[in-house]
């Protein structure tokens, strides 16, 4: 069971690991071992997570989601298995929590006098700058 806060729980059944070569450079070492971790995480089987978090989980990790509805994590991090195994759960955790807060409510606002007054000035000054560049007209 993967926890990600104290009400929202992953059964481990949910979770799948991969692992392949990690790219870049590290010597022979990257040859020989398959250390980068591949999280996958089918969203349409999970029922611990609220309807509306995992909405916004699809909105926030649009890229990550492939065709079947798979969330993927992937990490190439640290140099051995374990290590990024347990980053990949570390930033699905991450992304789960960021998911799990409602955006705040934007509350519409008028521009103030001042303000408007200024953004008038300054396009009456601009248009007298442009007017200035301008040759003289012909008729």
Known sequence: MFVVNDRIQIPDEELQFSF??????????????????ILRWHLAENTTLPPEAKARLIGQQRRRIT????LLVTSQRYRDQERNREDCLERLREMVLAALQAPKPRKATKPTRASHRRRLAEKRRRSATKEQRRGPMEE
């Open 20 to 37: 392949a070569r990690s790219g870049g450079p590290g010597g022979q070492n990257v040859n020989k071992v398959s250390s980068k971790a």
């Open 67 to 70: 065709t079947e509805g798979d």
